[in-house]
């Protein structure tokens, strides 16, 4: 099996900084696209910041400048700095690959992490 797990969520007061990490594990062939998405309450989820496998990086536009996303190939890991936190960055963020597991014959799939609280405080 394939797993995502976030961690580095927490309660930041504005201004300040968090690092969320998204490690992956189990049974992987390889790593295409690594993604954060994050849902506020009574909001829909929504695309953050995104990574493909060759660095290429595209950020949501209230993000942009403030929220940085890296990864690690070597340690299945996507990373998410996130600078100058605001009160609406408040949110469940979520990552999300597209992982081929060794044990599929039909090629990658998406998987989702369970998702990390960050509160700002104003």
């Known amino acids: 099996q394939v797993q995502l797990v976030e961690s580095g969520g927490g309660l930041v007061q504005a201004g300040g900084s968090l690092r969320l990490s998204c490690a992956a594990s189990g049974s992987i062939n390889s790593i295409n696209a690594m993604n954060w998405y994050r849902q506020a309450p009574g909001k829909e989820r929504e695309l953050v910041a995104g990574?493909?496998?060759?660095?290429?990086?595209n950020y949501a536009d209230s993000v942009k400048g403030r929220f940085t996303i890296s990864r690690d190939n070597a340690k299945n890991t996507v990373y998410l700095q996130m600078n100058s936190l605001k009160p609406e960055d408040t949110a469940v963020y979520y990552c999300?690959?597209?992982?081929?597991?060794?044990?599929?014959?039909?090629?990658?799939?998406?998987?989702w992490g369970q998702g990390t609280q960050v509160t700002v405080s104003s």
């Open positions: 999300n690959a597209d992982i081929w597991p060794s044990y599929s014959d039909y090629g990658s799939l998406w998987f």
């Open positions: 990574i493909t496998s060759g660095g290429s990086k």
